[in-house]
């Protein structure tokens, strides 16, 4: 069970994310510079929150033409499992693995506290460790967390069971109280709300667990 996670100028979750991942799969993952080209072969791969490239431009815009994502976008094409959150949900956007786009949040306030989230699908390999419309609680903290997309694009996500999780209430004005959507292919995840901040009783909760738990049991399978 083999996992990289992208590290780009300005992440500041990045080791938040691989030590998530080491406590629950019990292996270290690769560090990936977003300079590099290419990296060994891995069954996962997560593009972690932060600030890459202080934001300038467009939160996410710059860090998606970084050269690691041509690769991670080729990955993706052939299955492997991609997680992007908070930032790193932004930059899926920009680099077109994901639709729509995340915009300034409605009060124009960074927003950082914690919020409730239902599960709106459990079939996915992100999801699965939860059941159907559970209520866990997640840490926020983004100033460009408002998901928007047109009404078709929106129709289509809810058609095909791609909105893995919305918000209970919702703390930057998303369209349909969207926190989470999966790909048509359920490979690839994005979220602004950041679960490996609430994985263990320490840390003061443990509700965001289950999204690396189904992570781990995903990369059982797969090898």
Known sequence: MK????????????RDIAIALEKVTGVKPLMVWHGESDFETVDFIALPGGFS?????????????SPIMAEVVRRAEDGVLIFGVCNGFQVLTECGLLPGALMRNAGLHFVCRDVGLRVESRDSAFTNAYGTHDVITVPVAHHDGNYFADEATLDTLEDNDQIAFRYVDNPNGSQRDIAGILNRKRNVLGMMPHPERLIEPALGGSDGRGVFESIAAAMAVQN
Not at 7 to 13: A, E, L, Q, T
């Open 3 to 14: 996992s990289a996670v992208v590290v780009f100028p300005g992440s500041n979750c990045d």
């Open 53 to 65: 490239y202080g934001d300038y431009l467009r939160s996410g815009a710059m860090a998606a033409n």
